[in-house]
């Protein structure tokens, strides 16, 4: 239960930087620039071309494995 609170709240602050202007930036095709939340700096968020899924590199991304808001 705890972890679909974490996942719901994780989902619910991504739609609260994809629905604010000027948030994310498209630079390729599958190459992005998607602002902090927290207001310190951006992120680079990649789609995967041979296979599925998304590459992050903030740190819940990167250092905690887990799914993150960017993507």
């Given amino acids: ?8 709240s994780r989902e ?3 739609k609260a930087i994809a629905e604010k ?3 994310i930036m498209r630079l390729e095709e599958r ?3 998607v602002n902090s939340q927290s207001g310190h700096g951006m992120y680079n968020v990649i789609k995967r071309k041979e296979s599925t899924g998304w590459l992050c590199d903030c740190p819940d991304f990167v250092h ?5 808001k960017h993507v």
């Fill in 64 to 68: 905690r494995k887990v799914q993150c």
């Fill in 31 to 33: 190459f992005y620039k």
């Fill in 12 to 14: 619910e602050r991504g």
């Fill in 1 to 8: 239960m705890a972890f679909d609170m974490v996942l719901l």
């Fill in 21 to 23: 202007p000027n948030q």
